[in-house]
Each structure stands twice: as C-alpha cells, then as structure tokens.
C-alpha cells in the first residue's frame, strides 16, 4: 500500500533535512522525499502544520510481561509508547521469570510481533535472575535477538562480576547498561539524602551511591573496551565523569529521564506524592541544571522515560512502603517540546538526536532517515497542540505519573512503523 504525506515539515540532521515537502511511503519504506510528489493509489494525507521526524525510540521501558501484568502488559505497553509517539522501545529483564535467557528473549518478541503496537528491543538480563553472581547465557540471547544487557533495577555490586559481564559482551559488541546503584551506601534510602530527606523524615539516597559505581564502570569500560551505557543519570557529579570519559575517547554513553531534568525534591511535599518516588531519586535544583546543561552540550546521549508502571494499591500506600517508579512514555515527547524546544533551550534537530537517532545507535539496531530507501518510522508531531496531563488521559494500565495536572505544548499525532499507522490523529489504530 502506498501512503503520501503531504505539506509536512521534514526534520532530520542526519540528511541535513528542514523543509515542508512531501513524503510517499511504499511496501514498509520510504519511497521518495520531494515537493509536489503525487501516487496513483494508495492514501494521501495532508500533514500541513506539523513536523514528520525519524521516529522516536525510547531505551529504557518496563513492560512488565511476562509476570507482571497487572501492572502493564505487551500490549498495553506498546500502545502507551505509540500513544507517546515512539516507534520503538528497548524493554528491561526484570520480569518474572527474568529474560536471562534465549527462550525469555524469544517470549517477548513473539508477542511483540503479535500484540505490539511498536518495535520491540529486547535487553537481557546481565546476571542469572539479576542476583549479580553468575554471567547469564550472554551468547544465546544475541543469537536470538537481545541488543544490549543489563540489570536494571539492580546495581551489579561485584566489580569482578561487572568486568565479567563486560568481556563477554565485548565479544558481541553489546552495550552493558548500567543501573548505578551502591547497595551498601543506599540502604534503604527513599529520597535524596539532604535537606529535603531532613525535612520529610525519610531515610537518605545519597548521590554518592551513584556516583561511586558511575567512576568504577567507567574504569571498567576502560580496562575491558566494553561499550557502557549509564542508565537514567541523576547528579552532576557523575554527569561530568561521564564528560570526562568522552574525552578520553572511552566507549561511555548515558540517558537522562524528564522526570530528572523537570522535576527535582522540591517537589516532594508534606502531601508524600507516591509518583514522585523514583529510583534514582529526585535530587537538588543544581543536579537538575547540570542534567539539562548536559542534554543542551551533548553530554547525555539519550532521553529516556525509564517507564515504570505499576498497580493503583501498590502506590496508594506510605512512601516507605510504596515501590519506585513512574509512568513516562505518553508525556515525555510534550515534556522536551514544552520545556526545552519552546523554550529555545534546544532546538528539533537536538531533540531528533537524543529521542531518534542516538538511541538506535545505543543499541546498534539500524538507521532510520527521512530519505529515500530507508525504513518508514516516522513520528508525526504537532508542535502547537495544548494539552494538559490527566489520569484519564493514558492508555497505559498504570496512573503512577508526577506530572499530572502540567499544562503541556506539543504532541505526536501520527506514528507510522515500517510504513503502517500505529497511531493517527491521536488515536491508536487497531
């Protein structure tokens, strides 16, 4: 079947592309990129007014199947990430039973291919069960299709396992994924230890319980030339390792979450918002700065939503009690457009970047362009549409978000992969 967009802005850095022209779209690829393009059969769609990009992949998702589907499922997840406009996600391992293996990584594929909404990446987990004590069948899983590796969710507190985990995904050139997290400087620490953690009561989460395993991975990069990625960074401190890294030429890249960049522990009241409990934690207005200072430079890599929905009963309970994690894949988009591309902090070519172009490369899955030949995942944006975040306003099953009631501007409208419409004039297409 062909497809013609019509009079939409096309932007994409990657083929020095910014101008309203037409798109046709043929057999799951684009066709042809010109002006005044027609087609003989097929559907045409004036697109006047909005903003066509490669479309958008998010790294970082918990779609909890299999063993957590009260929480989110496949198919809810996939809709939720097509609802937000992504073309693409990279699930993470921690489910149960745990994808640590080739027949984990095959279950989720098959019901992606079957139920998705969206591409689906799979990252397996780095350590059998996520217990960071022996190497998970590494091998098996890329013959089977995982991209990258990780135990999100847990810090790999062995540095021997770590270096482990990292020579034999060299020999693969995988990415290692790295959630950060010092489990005996943490504890049980539930916010940003500081002011705020006085203030409410709460047992502290320094930074350093980041920051710590950010220095000992980069080390570790460096001894085996494993790619490392840094997942969902939080503070300044280990952003500029991160920086310094990259200057030595080290295979690091890292991700930061709108959650990280927008919000911070101010913005946990004497009301104890459940959503607002994450984990890394919210930390000082400083550390946010630094993130949105390390988006604008080119420091962070990707944004990410690191998409954590869970049930209404898990989080309607105490703080302490309540698991971490928030919902992102339906605002994260409206998030970047209000607060940095309106804002002419960043301009679409960087957003296109860090939601587009460099998580694919994270996980070293193939380029999409807007041009000719190449796969047609395409992101439709309207950059004027106003909006305000609602409960009622997600298709995901979870509510858990800490950004309900935030008037927002910009939304995806129309997500098309491998050249067939996910989403169009913001509903999902079944």
């Known amino acids: 079947m062909a497809l ?7 932007i994409d850095p990657q083929v020095a592309l910014d101008e309203v022209c037409d798109i046709v779209i043929r057999d799951g690829k684009i066709a042809e990129v010109g002006q005044n393009l027609s087609i003989e059969k097929g559907e045409t769609r004036d697109m006047g007014g909005k903003i066509a990009v490669p479309g958008l992949v998010d790294v970082h998702v918990h779609l909890r199947e299999p063993g957590f589907e009260q929480k989110e499922d496949i198919a809810s997840g996939t809709r939720a990430a097509a609802h937000g406009g992504f073309t693409a996600v990279c699930c993470m391992a ?15 594929l098959a019901r992606a291919a079957a139920v998705g909404k969206c591409r689906v990446h799979v990252a397996g987990a780095a350590t059998q069960g996520l217990k960071g004590e022996i190497i998970s069948e590494m091998g098996d899983m890329v013959a089977h299709g995982a991209v990258a590796f990780t135990d999100d969710g847990r810090g790999i507190q062995g540095a021997g396992m770590m270096r482990r985990v990292m020579d034999y995904a060299s020999q693969f050139d995988r990415v290692v994924m790295a959630h950060e997290q010092d489990d005996d400087l943490v ?15 709460m047992l502290g989460w320094p930074a350093e319980g980041e920051e710590i395993q950010i220095a000992r991975d980069i080390a570790l990069s460096r001894l085996t030339g494993c790619p490392l990625h840094v997942q969902h960074i939080s503070t300044a401190r280990g952003l500029e390792m991160i920086r310094a890294a990259k200057a030595e030429g080290l295979k690091v890249t890292c991700e930061a979450t709108p959650h990280h960049l927008f919000l911070n522990e101010d913005a946990i ?6 959503s607002l409990k994450v984990n890394p934690p919210l930390r000082t207005q400083e550390d946010s700065d630094a993130l949105l200072a390390g988006v604008i430079d ?8 690191d998409h954590a929905p869970h049930t209404a009963w898990e989080k309607d309970r105490e703080f302490e009690l309540s698991p971490f994690g928030m919902i992102g894949l339906e605002t994260s988009l409206s998030l970047v457009m209000t607060q940095m591309v309106h804002t002419g902090l ?14 694919r490369k994270v996980l070293r899955v193939e380029e999409v362009k807007l041009q000719a030949g190449s ?4 992101t439709i944006i309207d950059p004027d549409l106003e909006w305000t975040v609602t409960a009622d306003s997600f298709v995901s099953k979870a509510k858990n978000s800490g950004f309900i009631g935030a008037d927002l501007k910009g939304r995806a409208t129309d997500v098309y992969v491998g050249g067939y419409a996910t989403m169009q004039d913001g509903q999902i297409v079944e």
């Open 4 to 10: 013609l967009l019509k009079n939409v802005r096309a």
């Open 269 to 274: 009241g004497d009301d104890y918002n459940t």
């Open 375 to 378: 796969i047609a995942d395409i």
């Open 298 to 305: 080119g420091t962070i890599d990707c944004i990410v939503t």
């Open 94 to 108: 921690n489910t149960n039973p745990v994808i640590d293996n080739a027949l984990g990584v095959e279950y989720i």
């Open 346 to 359: 960043i301009d679409y070519n960087r957003l296109v970047e860090v939601m587009a172009i460099n998580p």
């Open 187 to 201: 504890g049980e620490g539930q916010v940003n230890e500081g002011v705020v953690s006085t203030r409410l009561g």
